[in-house]
């Protein structure tokens, strides 16, 4: 069992930014592949960013602004967010896959974190 903890969510205005972190609870973080999803109000859960050994993968929506990476010493991931939106807005979820990045982004993570809520003022 992965346990994942977010955090670095807030309230910030448009154009700005934010970093979110994700700790994970494992002695082989370096194994799993790791992802961010989000969920705005009335929306489904949607693929974020990606992160596996070697390559990082994103949604079209936050690609160029952001940037999602990890730091296996310490077992967890970031997502810096830069350029944000108000439709940014959304509870952005860690997850971790044990069968690569791939199965982690089309047919779902292991596991989940409880979220953090980022909102984005006009």
């Known amino acids: 069992q992965v346990q994942l903890v977010e955090s670095g969510g807030g309230l910030v205005q448009a154009g700005g930014s934010l970093r979110l972190s994700c700790a994970a609870s494992t002695r082989t973080f370096s194994n799993y592949a790791m992802g961010w999803f989000r969920q705005a109000p009335g929306k489904e859960r949607e693929f974020v960013a990606a992160?596996?050994?070697?390559?990082?993968y994103y949604a079209d929506s936050v690609k160029g602004r952001f940037t999602m990476s990890r730091d296996n010493a310490k077992n967890t991931v970031y997502l810096q967010m830069n350029s944000l939106k108000p439709e940014d807005t959304a509870v952005y979820y860690c997850a971790a896959g044990g069968r690569g990045s791939y199965q982690l982004r089309t047919g779902g993570p292991d596991y989940w974190g409880k979220g953090t809520l980022v909102t984005v003022s006009p």
């Open positions: 992160i596996s050994a070697s390559n990082t």
